[in-house]
Nanobody, 126 residues
């Protein structure tokens, strides 16, 4: 599986961005997927996860109510809609994926994911 994240850029505080993650392969619907980010000098942190079919999701508290994860398996795409952005959201954003059975719990830890995209930079100015 190959993942490619895109959609990052420079935005003012309070603005919005939508990140996309394109997944290769014919078995994308068997993948649980997630978003992480890494700010300068900080460790990579979990943001959001979504189940294979897109009916379950989970978020870190700091982005609940501002970020929305979704996916379109027909297009092999996952999204992260980011609203009400803050300067603290400045980071490189990564998408990740792992093969799981349909009833598996959502994955929130970095080590639980097997495939990673290259990252896309998001910069929020004050």
């Amino acid at each position: 599986v190959q993942l490619q994240a895109s959609g990052g850029g420079l935005v003012q505080a309070g603005g919005s961005l939508r990140l996309s993650c394109a997944a290769s392969g014919r078995t994308v619907s068997r993948l649980t997927m997630g978003w992480f980010r890494q700010a300068p000098g900080k460790e990579r942190e979990f943001l959001a996860a979504i189940s294979r079919g897109g009916n379950r999701s989970d978020y870190v508290d700091s982005v609940k109510g501002r970020f929305t994860i979704s996916r379109d398996n027909a297009k092999n795409l996952m999204y992260l809609q980011m609203d009400s952005l803050k300067p603290d959201d400045t980071a490189v954003y990564y998408c990740a994926a792992a093969y799981v059975i349909s009833s598996a719990p959502l994955r929130t830890q970095e080590y639980e994911y097997d495939f990673w995209g290259q990252g896309t930079q998001v910069t929020v100015s004050s």
